[in-house]
Structures are given as structure tokens and as C-alpha cells.
């Protein structure tokens, strides 16, 4: 059974910093690229942040280089994205989300407020 379970959201002051976790089982993590999305209410579902399985390779929204950086751990099934100077414009519920070929998984995701 895939899953993938999001953990860290909170709410957070503007500059502040928060860390998302994924913790994901099920699949050959190792294989997928992984990636975090938001959504914030009223808008599309957009990709803030991925990265590859093999090389590592990583891409970012333009609206967050320089902020945010996603990392992954092959040998905990994990990945995670480091947010700093958060902005309230960041805020939005957070998902993790795995691909390969014709397979995309997706976690319940985690919200994060960025409020003073």
C-alpha cells in the first residue's frame, strides 16, 4: 500500500522558517522524482519544488528560489523542503507527491500559514 504522510505545516510569522517533512512507503522511493506542491484557496494546485531520483537534480517556482530548498533521503523513503523568509503569499496547503512513468501518488498534505 502506497502512502505518503506530510508532516511540519504550522503557522509562521512572515520570515520566519518552517521544514516539511514526506515520509513515504510502499514504492521504490529511490526511483521517483518527488516533489511538493501547494495550493492555496481559490487557485491551482501548483509545483513549488522537485527532485530527481537518480541524480538528484532539483527545480523550483521561481516565486521560491532562494527560499526554499527540497532534499531527499533514499535510505529513510524521505523527503523533505526547507522554507525560509516565508511570506504570506506561501501560505497554502503543501503536498508531497511521487512520479515515475504512469505512476503519481500524492500525500494528504499539510497546511502552512504565514501570518503575522
Known amino acids: 500500500q502506497v502512502q505518503l504522510v506530510e508532516s511540519g505545516g504550522g503557522l509562521v510569522q512572515p520570515g520566519g522558517s518552517l521544514r516539511l517533512s514526506c515520509t513515504t512507503s510502499?514504492?521504490?522511493?529511490?526511483?521517483?522524482?518527488m516533489n511538493w506542491y501547494r495550493q492555496a484557496p481559490g487557485k491551482e494546485r501548483e509545483l513549488v519544488a522537485g527532485?530527481?531520483?537518480?541524480?538528484?537534480?532539483?527545480n523550483y517556482a521561481d516565486s521560491v528560489k532562494g527560499r526554499f530548498t527540497i532534499s531527499r533521503d533514499n535510505s529513510k523513503n524521505t523527503v523533505s523542503l526547507q522554507m525560509n523568509s516565508l511570506k504570506p503569499e506561501d501560505t497554502a496547503m503543501y503536498y508531497c507527491?511521487?512520479?515515475?512513468?504512469?505512476?503519481?501518488?500524492w500525500g494528504q498534505g499539510t497546511q502552512v500559514t504565514v501570518s503575522s
Open positions: 527532485i530527481t531520483g537518480g541524480s538528484g537534480r532539483t
Open positions: 510502499g514504492f521504490t522511493f529511490s526511483a521517483y522524482a
Open positions: 507527491n511521487a512520479f515515475r512513468l504512469y505512476y503519481n501518488y
